[in-house]
């Protein structure tokens, strides 16, 4: 098949990123394809790093040989030189054999490469900062990787789902899927869907709709939004992870406490509103009746101002949560 | 791609250029947006975030200084939005900061204070979170206070561009730390860059401000006072005179006006190194196996020779530099002229530089047991000391300085910018191997700001192959090229600082290219005013070679010196509550 008609098939389906940025997948292919260079890189993100998100091992374990055909058909359609397959150090150790398997069979040019820090690695251009061996930090954009990624080639980053779902496309298989990465239900585990269902359908069709008062995360487990059961008519977004939590037995500062470790651990420090900003806030949340207008200021801030996409989608679980849900107004 | 469109600032309409940033644009026009990580000589790394602007259109804000403008771009500086996210920044920024404004080298022109107050930042909504950190001390140069650090990393970079690579990136998050590396291999030059490009005033020379009255409470003693060429056109810059003012009268007056007894001018200092190093170009051109010789009067450079390339030892020039040959002729010559004891005297330098405060205790420059310099102040610490005794530079009556030890070719002045040392060298060698007084003055080949200049020189019929470094991180290419090619240069100078010693580390700050540009042509104006414009020409050179360095053997041991390798030693980290 042509690259033009590859393109056209993915644009076709309304194939979107599943890295969580959830840009068309084919538009991005056809930016890497249109830049004029000697080189140019495809890397396979499969670094998952947010809490309760498990649908990349879910694809590592189940669909090896559709995951590699994805990653050969964007080779061959963007013509990279090298692919790079990047996973989750515990990934690594679990899939790599089996994957260099498959890689040595139809010998093509992929490389397993483990990752090396946490969470922010699953940001494109730290991933590309992470390959190329350096300070794990997110780059200034301009230039986007699909113009200068790694080794300032036109690089192009697609994660391992987005990659799945292309050979899927490709092979007429394709009714618009997606994962969903549930937990706190009754059911827990990753579904393959549609994803035009609303969230509250993906809920009752795997069993997972509490007999209980709850709310939900949806995105990922750290930066996913918080919904109400009234607004669970919305489908799913970002990495696809629905959380459930009883809402008489989730104390929301608790919850926030859990996020904010999470960000401490994986904030890089380059900036200063998300540095200064996560540290701030995990000061305030320890305190016995932090004042809730820092609080606000703080995630207000950092949503504006931060330099990555980390720390500026780093606000909205916070906002939401005080917002639909409150947090200190509750005696628990 | 040159031409130029409009595009529109606070719904103003300006004339812009492809190529330009927002920033620069609004720099150019005069209006204000604040900025800290920003640095003109540096990357651009968006890592401060406070100069944030709304462009038109656009979902996100953007950092003015990274963002390229574009025909018809509309741009906002200063919206209430903007106005709020800089005050909650600045209230973070501010907090990570200890404050010591009384002893800071930013003093009355702190950005970061100046911020906090135009944006009504209210820093007593979090402690201050680094006050536990510590405070280095590099040798006799520089003091590093981390307790002060915003993490903007403009000092790692710059420290990296110098080629020394010193000031390293540890931790992650808010735990981020610049440190000073504990590797063998890497040690710090005292260049004093770092300094002067630190937003947030963590790095000052040793003694910048505790320590400035020093020179005033020599009881018994002879305070002498002498000031380094490249102080002259900078000094104002302290106190409002418009760039590359020559203060040369004032200074001197200002220096008396604290008591001291006399004021002598380094670019006398300079003279006798022209003339020595001349004589020993000359020697060597006798045996190429010897060349190139290379420069040695800066010695940020000398200690990344004698610590990173040891093996270049022998082709450093062995005549000490400027001041050091001054110190040491005003307490011998000197001395003996005025009956006094050397041991009396007490020699202070201003100088443009920290590493020079290093320099004055490398033992071997004892003269006859004596430190030829006592004292360094920095040109900051000279404005330091002015301010605090209120010497109005603006009032004081211009003053020459004090004979014999004032008088000075204008050679001597240029030495303060890169290629000075050359373009005075290459004056009097010429003269001396075509013995006639007066040749060619002007060799403006070796000036400007580029980092390594080349040119070839006809001496005599034969041609002299001159390089000239102009900031040290453009030395390692050289030296390595060198070591490959030995026939690459004859003749090179080396200065650490970027523009030379107008762009040292013991300058005032801010700095910027556009700054040492005119601190630079400051000097070549001075030198073109000179009647006497070469080392040999200099009547009070003539006459000190006359009456007292007329033996070889005194001559050496007043104006040489030698090198030896030198090794990393431990970490100086100063206790809590010494500093
Ligand atoms: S003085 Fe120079 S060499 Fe030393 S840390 Fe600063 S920039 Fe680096
Ligand atoms: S010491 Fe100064 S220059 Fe270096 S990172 Fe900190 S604030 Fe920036
Ligand atoms: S160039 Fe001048 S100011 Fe800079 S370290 Fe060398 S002597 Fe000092
Ligand atoms: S000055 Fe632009 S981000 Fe720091």
């Known amino acids: 098949m042509s690259p033009e008609k590859v393109i056209q098939k993915i644009k076709k389906a309304g194939l979107k990123g599943r890295g969580g940025a959830e840009f068309p997948t084919a538009l991005k292919w056809e930016m890497v394809r249109k830049v004029k260079a000697e080189k140019k890189y495809l890397i396979a993100n499969g670094s998952e790093g947010e809490p309760k998100v498990f649908k990349d091992e879910f694809i590592l374990k189940t669909h090896p040989f559709e995951l590699i055909e994805g990653i050969k058909i964007a080779q061959e359609t963007i013509k990279a030189a090298k692919a790079y397959l990047y996973l989750r150090k515990d990934f690594f150790q679990k899939y790599k054999k089996k994957l260099e398997k498959i890689i040595k069979e139809k010998n093509l040019p992929i490389i397993i490469f483990k990752k090396q820090g946490g969470y922010l690695c699953g940001e494109e251009t730290t991933l590309v900062e992470s390959l190329e061996g350096r300070r794990l930090e997110p780059r200034s954009r301009p230039p986007y990787p699909s113009e200068k990624g790694l080794w300032d080639c036109p690089t192009l980053i697609n994660n391992v789902e987005t990659l799945y779902y292309v050979s899927r496309i490709i092979n007429n298989n394709y009714q618009g899927e997606r994962l969903y990465s549930i937990s706190g239900g009754d059911h827990p585990g990753v579904y393959e869907l549609s994803a035009d269902l609303s969230l509250k359908q993906v809920l009752k069709k795997t069993g997972n709709w509490p007999n209980f008062k709850f709310f939900v995360q949806v995105g990922g487990g750290a930066s996913g939004e918080i919904l109400l059961t009234r607004e669970l008519n919305q489908t799913g977004s970002g990495l696809g992870a629905i959380i459930i939590y009883p809402e008489d037995k989730t104390n929301p500062v608790s919850l926030m406490k859990k996020w904010i470790d999470f960000f401490i651990q994986e904030n890089c420090g380059k900036c200063s509103p998300c540095r200064e900003g996560v540290y701030r806030l995990k000061e305030l949340l320890s305190q016995k009746n932090p004042d809730q207008e820092i609080i606000k200021d703080l995630l207000f801030l950092l949503e504006k101002s931060s330099f990555c996409p980390f720390g500026k989608a780093m606000a909205q679980p916070f906002s939401s949560l005080i917002k639909k849900v409150g947090i200190f107004n509750k005696n628990k | ?579």
Request: with cysteine; net charge positive; glycine share 8%.
């Open chain 2, 1 to 579: 791609m040159l031409q130029s469109f409009y595009i529109k600032i606070n719904k103003k309409r300006f004339k812009a250029r492809f190529s330009e940033t927002i920033l620069e644009v609004a720099q150019r026009n005069n209006i204000f947006i604040p900025t800290l990580c920003y640095h003109s000589d540096l990357k651009v790394k968006e890592n401060c975030r406070i100069c944030l602007v709304k462009i038109k259109g656009e979902k996100e804000l953007k950092t003015s200084c990274s963002v390229k403008v574009k025909p018809g771009m509309e741009i906002f500086t200063d919206t209430p939005e903007i106005k709020k996210l800089r005050k909650l920044n600045l209230e973070l920024i501010f907090t990570q900061h200890s404050q010591e404004c009384h002893d800071c080298v930013w003093f009355s022109r702190c950005q970061l204070l100046d911020l906090t107050k135009k944006y009504q930042a209210d820093t007593s909504r979090f402690s201050n979170r680094k006050e536990k950190r510590p405070v280095y001390k590099f040798d006799s140069a520089l003091i590093y206070d981390s307790k002060k650090c915003i993490d903007c990393r403009n000092c790692v970079e710059v420290c990296q561009n110098q080629g020394v690579g010193f000031l390293e990136l540890k931790g992650q998050g808010a735990d981020i730390r610049v440190v000073p590396s504990e590797d063998k291999n890497k040690d710090c030059v005292y260049c004093g860059q770092c300094l002067i490009h630190c937003p947030a005033g963590s790095f000052e020379g040793v003694g910048e401000f505790e320590e400035v009255e020093t020179p005033l409470k020599q009881k018994g003693k002879k305070v002498i006072f002498q000031f380094a060429p490249a102080v002259r056109t900078s000094l104002g810059e302290e106190f409002g005179f418009p760039l590359r003012t020559p203060l040369t009268g004032k200074l001197i007056a200002g220096i008396k006006s604290l008591g001291v007894d006399k004021v002598f001018d380094v670019s006398l200092g300079a003279d006798f190194t022209t003339m020595e190093e001349a004589k020993e170009l000359i020697t060597k051109l006798e045996d190429k196996r010897k060349l190139p010789l290379m420069t040695s009067c800066c010695p940020a450079w000398v200690k990344y020779i004698e610590f990173y390339y040891p093996e270049f030892i022998p082709y450093l020039t062995s005549v000490r530099s400027p001041h050091i040959i001054l110190g040491g002729l005003i307490k011998t010559y000197w001395a003996q002229r005025e009956k006094i004891n050397p041991q009396d005297i007490f020699v202070v330098s201003v100088m443009p530089c920290v590493a020079k405060k290093y320099e004055i205790t490398r033992p071997e420059l004892k003269i006859k047991g004596l430190k030829p310099v006592d004292y360094v102040l920095t040109t900051r610490g000279l404005a330091q000391l002015f301010r605090k005794y209120k010497v109005d530079l603006n009032k004081i009556k211009p003053l020459q300085a004090d004979h014999p030890l004032g008088y000075h070719s204008g050679a001597g002045i240029i030495y303060g910018a890169t290629g000075g040392v050359m373009e005075s060298a290459l004056r009097t060698t010429q003269a001396m191997l075509n013995e006639k007084e007066i040749s060619k003055i002007e060799f403006k080949k070796v000036r400007g700001m580029k980092g390594v200049k080349r040119a070839l020189v006809k001496i005599k019929g034969k041609s002299l192959k001159i390089g000239v470094v102009n900031g040290l991180g453009f030395a390692k290419e050289i030296l390595e090229k060198l070591k490959e090619n030995p026939d690459l240069f004859d003749y090179l100078e080396v200065m650490a600082c970027p523009g030379g010693c107008i762009g040292g580390g013991g300058q005032p700050i801010p700095t910027s290219k556009k700054i040492r540009n005119k601190r630079a042509q400051g000097l070549y104006q001075l030198d073109k005013k000179r009647t006497i414009r070469t080392a040999h020409q200099n009547p009070v050179i003539k006459e000190v070679y006359r009456d007292f360095l007329k033996n070889k053997k005194t001559a050496h041991y007043l104006c040489h010196t030698h090198y030896s390798r030198k090794f990393k030693k431990g970490l100086n980290i100063l206790p809590p509550g010494q500093y």
